[in-house]
């Protein structure tokens, strides 16, 4: 499976961006995608994901209420909607792919990752 992102950028705290993540190649052997990101000296953290089947959706309690995770099966594709954005954001954001079960928030969780969006958000 191979993971494009996109739609990183520079934005205005209290602003908006959207990311996407186009899926290609053997999708079938995922039932979930994430999203996790990573900012300068921390840990890649979980920000989101959904189960390709049934659409179920998970959310870290950072960004529940300001980001929506949604996907185009069609299109093998998820977008991750962010709203509300604070320079607390600011990351690089890598989209993932794998058959998960329950640990959905667990990078372990997900075999296959994306090469990573950068994210900025200016006070």
């Known amino acids: 499976v191979q993971l494009q992102a996109s739609g990183g950028g520079l934005v205005q705290a209290g602003g908006s961006l959207r990311l996407s993540c186009a899926a290609s190649?053997?999708?079938?052997?995922?039932?979930?995608m994430g999203w996790f990101r990573q900012a300068p000296g921390k840990e890649r953290e979980f920000a989101a994901a959904i189960k390709w089947s049934g659409g179920s959706t998970y959310y870290a309690d950072s960004v529940k209420g300001r980001f929506i995770i949604s996907r185009d099966n069609a299109k093998n594709t998820v977008y991750l909607q962010m709203n509300s954005l604070k320079p607390e954001d600011t990351a690089v954001y890598y989209c993932?792919?794998?058959?998960?079960?329950?640990?959905?928030?667990?990078?372990?969780?997900?075999?296959?990752w994306g090469q990573g969006t950068q994210v900025t958000v200016s006070s």
């Open positions: 190649g053997r999708t079938s052997t995922s039932n979930c």
């Open positions: 993932a792919a794998g058959s998960v079960g329950l640990r959905v928030g667990l990078k372990n969780s997900y075999e296959y």
